[in-house]
């Protein structure tokens, strides 16, 4: 009976959280919907999580073409297909990689960050500050965030594409011999539109995810550091296992 | 103009506000006082509605605050000022921005107003030079004056001080209750103010409450307060650490 009560009331608090955090999502996007939007406040925020993520977008990028180069050659090798080295790496990047490890490197980057700023506001009443003007602290601290990652995400992982075909192209035409015109003419041959938009609608939903799950959690943080460094911790291992989960769902859907 | 009528607060099960009824008359300062962790900020916090209480109700002149929602909540919140304990400051923005704040986003003047506006409450606060500072780069009584000035500077008919001059210096704690004793003569705001400095609160105080486990044990004149028998209230404003109360009841 105890172990009956204790799963009914496990399943009605994870029905509960589930239930805040669309309310959560729900409020956001209609505070985005309407006006005023806080233009300045949403370009800030494009500029923290997209241009400052730049630099691990680059690395990352160019480590994981130049892994995939170096494994897609040896194994292409074994049935004599090395021709076909450009489309494997691009399309493995376009469609899956590219989004998915953006998704994983802003949510580390910045994801985390976007929680701990807006559990700090809340755990030092900066968010009561902004209620108590009369204002809605979602249209400062939520909406901006939202809509600054959905948009960046799109062109981070763009960005890591292309670095990556580069970086797959480095190891598979430059160190092991693949020619540029094969690498790259086969690649227009294999990759079409369709692949591109999984990609750019992996991504946009990547963007808002993170958006939505980092503060959420900043938002409901609880007390003092520790609050704040569970919510942190919490909003990154969320969102990570939510990307592979959603990403799984819009792969089923979108082939 | 502001009455608060039997709320109960609890949380996680533990009762916080057991039936706290109070009235501020307009124009009046009220003094709210009492132990820590006895509730004061929390009623503070109901009054703007911050906080939803479990039992009773909060009226602003006759609106019930408890069920408004929305955008009547938030033109009801935008006659209040309210100066936080840890000053509440936006970490990014300069002590100027901060203040500036509430009438870029809530009103319609423009910059030259705003400007004029913002350097006459800092110059009030005695904070003229210290615009451009971030509030991670002056004193807690500055980051305190900033925060007050940031309450002010919408010229509010209701102020909530909850500790205004808690973990100040005597001078800069002096300043800032003449401050308000000066502002209060100019502007007539209604004003709580919750604070365990009896001594420095009680001559700006028309009325002063006593709020002891959840519910308000005495309230009246400070004098009435001062001259009050009650072993309880006498304990506080004399501070002894003998019975009625001591450390492992509270």
Known sequence: MVLVRKLGEITLGGLQRIGTMGLFLANAILCAATPPLKVSWIIKQIWFIGFQSTLVILLTGAFSGMVLGLQGFYTLNRFGSTALLGPMVALSLIKELGPVLTGLMVTGR???????????????????AIEMMGLNPFRYLVVPKLIAAIIALPLLTAIFDVVGIFGGYFVGGKLLGVGEGT??????????????????YKSLSFGALIAWICSYKGYHAGFGAEGVSKATTQAVVLSSVLILFWDYIMTSLLF | MIRIEDIHKSFNGFPVLKGVSLDVKKGEILALIGGSGHG?????????????????????DGIDICHLKGSELESLRGRFGYLFQGGALFSSLTVFDNVAFPLREKTKLNEEEIRQRVVHQLEEVGLSDAGHKFPAEISGGMLKRTAFARALVTKPEIILFDEPTTGLDPVIAHMILDLIRSIHANLSFTGIIVTHELGRVFPIAHRVAMLYEGRILAAGAPEEILSSGDPIV??????????PTQFSER
């Open chain 2, 234 to 243: 006498r304990q506080f404003i004399s501070g002894s650490a003998e019975r």
């Open chain 1, 110 to 128: 910045a994801g985390s960050a976007m929680t701990a700023e807006i559990g700090i506001m809340r755990i030092s009443e900066q968010i009561d």
């Open chain 1, 183 to 200: 690498y790259f003419g086969e690649m227009s041959n294999y990759v079409r539109l369709e692949d591109v938009l999984e990609g750019l």
């Open chain 2, 40 to 60: 004061k900020s929390v009623i503070l916090k109901h009054i703007v509605g911050l906080i939803k209480p479990d039992q009773g109700g909060i009226f602003i």
